[in-house]
T-cell receptor
Framework: DAKTTQPTSMDCAEGRAANLPCNHS???????VYWYRQIHSQGPQYIIH???NNETNEMASLIITEDRKSSTLILPHATLRDTAVYYC?????????????FGQGTILTVHP | DGGITQSPKYLFRKEGQNVTLSCEQN?????MYWYRQDPGQGLRLIYY???????QKGDIAEGYSVSREKKESFPLTVTSAQKNPTAFYLC???????????FGQGTRLTVV
């Protein structure tokens, strides 16, 4: 699975959009981009995933560049409860799905 | 309610003792995973299982053992061979294929 690079930390004002970048320059054609978040001392929570097209759900939007080498997770109106560690993961299809591995993630702090 | 349950939430053991952490899911998921998280660090994969009676080593399997005798259960034993067992342990499950993983609330193990 391709390696991902994320900033160590980011800040965002409450009510504003939080844009979390992820670099995955070695991504291959059958690899998906997944985002999870982990609030302190809890288990991670799935947010969204995508392959090529931009995706949106009730939690967030995922924008993937045309060359698929990077992506951005967007929380449109961040709240204090969105303060968490956000993990970007690249996961291949087929038989390697089982090895879900996490990097260091981005610590997002939403402040009043 | 459907979900994934880890017990206990906090566990204390003396050095040199084996200890087994419980993970049960009633989501009918095929795949189950165990992760370890140290303070300020990301999640590291210990073991994962894609089907009953089969499991694979993750990145840090040394000093740990697992079994998968039932689809619903994936217990993790931390053996005395694990040099630094004190950590936060997370269990997860998912359907086969590229679907999101659901995490338990974790077990915080302290070895004294």
């Amino acid at each position: 699975d391709a390696k991902t690079t994320q900033p160590t930390s980011m800040d965002c004002a409450e009510g504003r959009a939080a844009n979390l970048p992820c670099n995955h320059s070695t991504i291959s054609g059958n690899e998906y981009v997944y985002w999870y978040r982990q609030i302190h001392s809890q288990g991670p929570q799935y947010i969204i995933h995508g392959l090529k097209n931009n995706e949106t759900n009730e939690m967030a939007s995922l924008i993937i560049t045309e060359d698929r080498k990077s992506s951005t997770l967007i929380l449109p109106h961040a709240t204090l409860r969105d303060t968490a560690v956000y993990y970007c993961i690249v996961l291949a299809g087929g038989t390697s799905y089982g090895k879900l591995t996490f990097g260091q993630g981005t610590i997002l702090t939403v402040h009043p | 309610d459907g979900g994934i349950t880890q017990s206990p939430k906090y566990l204390f053991r003396k050095e040199g003792q084996n200890v087994t952490l419980s993970c049960e899911q009633n989501l009918n998921h095929d795949a189950m995973y165990w992760y370890r998280q140290d303070p300020g660090q990301g999640l590291r994969l210990i073991y994962y299982s894609q089907i009953v009676n089969d499991f694979q080593k993750g990145d840090i399997a040394e000093g740990y053992s697992v079994s998968r005798e039932k689809k619903e259960s994936f217990p993790l034993t931390v053996t005395s061979a694990q040099k630094n067992p004190t950590a936060f342990y997370l269990c997860a499950s998912s359907w086969q294929g590229l679907t999101e993983a659901f995490f338990g609330q974790g077990t915080r193990l302290t070895v004294v």
